[in-house]
């Protein structure tokens, strides 16, 4: 019997690839229609690749176009005429292109504010302006917000600079070292009340076309010609002194606030802000901004609802104290907080993300949390 079956060794022997009785079995040939597996992962993973090689190419375009400007503008010595410059730039570009692109939620506001019930929120005024006047009733003031508010923004970062270094060098280093929040405060405060200067007319024009439906001019010129024959020069100044009790804490707030924010991010971090790329500097300016612009619009929001009603609503020749009285007596106290949730946070935020990052296009150190540069700069003015 045992010579009627192979042993172990010689059936192992018969199947290994050296014998000739091995034949190997062929591998089945692929279906023509057979998806290859996990075929969405290779997809995402191609758009992956994709979105990496766009954004090196992005990157590089950044910094071709960066050194460009620089070579163009020259070296940018730090509180040099040209550094004030760069800065009245990077305000024009954070204030006028961001205060345009909320217009209509700044439309739905003001309307808010004058007739509380004329919509419920923003996406019923949204539809009933729409339903009356179009897409473009829903962009009504974009005119006179853009024009205006790139003058304001030009003046408030430029002249801001320009206080911030003047004062600290009249203070002299230790007294503004131990004052700096003081420092920030007098330097917003003058840079504002200058700005608001500019910025008075084009809002009276924004106001006045918002508010009044439908509107009786469409145009920043039309707006301006219109006020100043039936009032006078005065007529686009009226709303002045409460934009000043609107703009200049707010703005107060916003600087001091996003100074001391941006100097403790940087405090927390490991090491300091030279040793952060670009980019975690922008998202350090964007973060100290948003928290900046909670603070500030709770303390500017009550002047806010003022001057939208004082430009709405104030009588020719009627004094500034009786219309202020007179307007109080209807909305209350819980009328001065009208819209408020509208405009928290997020513009304060996108204007420093974007004014940083000109400075930083320019080749600037970013505001607030020091640095080396700015450090030596402090040292040479002392």
């Not at 001391?260 to 300091?272: H, K, M, Q, R, S």
């Not at 104290?321 to 509208?342: E, H």
């Amino acid at each position: 019997m045992v010579g009627l079956f192979p042993n172990q060794a010689v059936v192992s022997q018969s199947f290994l690839p050296t014998s000739p009785f091995y034949k190997p079995t062929p591998s089945p040939a692929p279906h023509p229609q057979k998806r290859p597996l996990f075929s969405a992962w290779s997809a995402a993973d191609t758009v992956k690749d994709k979105a990496h090689q766009l954004s090196a190419e992005a990157q590089r375009e950044y910094e071709v176009a960066s050194q460009k400007a620089q070579a163009k503008a020259g070296k940018i010595e730090l509180y040099s005429g040209k550094y004030y410059a760069a800065c009245v730039v990077g305000g024009i570009l954070a204030c006028g292109t961001t205060h345009t692109a909320v217009t209509p939620l700044d439309l739905v506001k003001c309307r808010r504010q004058v007739d509380s019930s004329l919509y419920k929120g923003n996406m019923d005024g949204w539809s009933k302006i729409y339903r009356a006047e179009g897409l473009r009733g829903i962009f009504t003031g974009w005119g006179p917000t853009f024009v205006g508010y790139s003058v304001q923004g030009a003046g408030k970062y430029g002249f801001y600079e320009y206080f911030k270094h003047l004062y600290a060098t009249l203070a002299g280093e230790e007294a503004a070292a131990k004052y700096k929040t003081l420092l920030f405060l007098s330097a917003s405060a003058s840079a504002e009340l200058i700005a608001d200067v500019g910025l008075c007319p084009f809002e009276a024009v924004k106001v006045r076309m918002q508010t009044t439906i439908p509107p009786v001019f469409n145009g920043t010129l039309q707006g301006i010609n219109y006020i100043t024959a039936r009032e006078g020069t005065s007529g686009l100044y009226k709303g002045l002194y409460p934009l000043w009790g609107r703009q200049i804490p707010y703005t107060m707030m916003k600087f001091a606030s996003f100074e001391n924010i941006v100097a403790a991010i940087y405090g927390y971090l490991p090491g300091g802000k030279e040793d952060y790329g670009r980019g975690a500097q922008t998202a350090v300016a964007f973060t100290g901004g948003y928290l900046a612009g909670i603070l500030c619009a709770i303390v500017s929001h009550p002047a806010d609802v003022m001057v939208s009603k004082l430009n709405a609503d104030r009588q020719p020749g009627e004094g500034f104290g009786a219309a202020m009285s007179r307007i109080y007596s209807k909305i209350g106290f819980g009328g001065l907080w009208n819209g408020l949730p509208v405009m928290i946070g997020t513009l304060t935020g996108l204007q420093w993300m974007i004014y940083d990052s000109f400075k930083i296009f320019m080749g600037l150190p970013t505001t607030g949390g020091g640095s080396k540069q700015t450090d030596q700069i402090k040292k040479t003015a002392a």
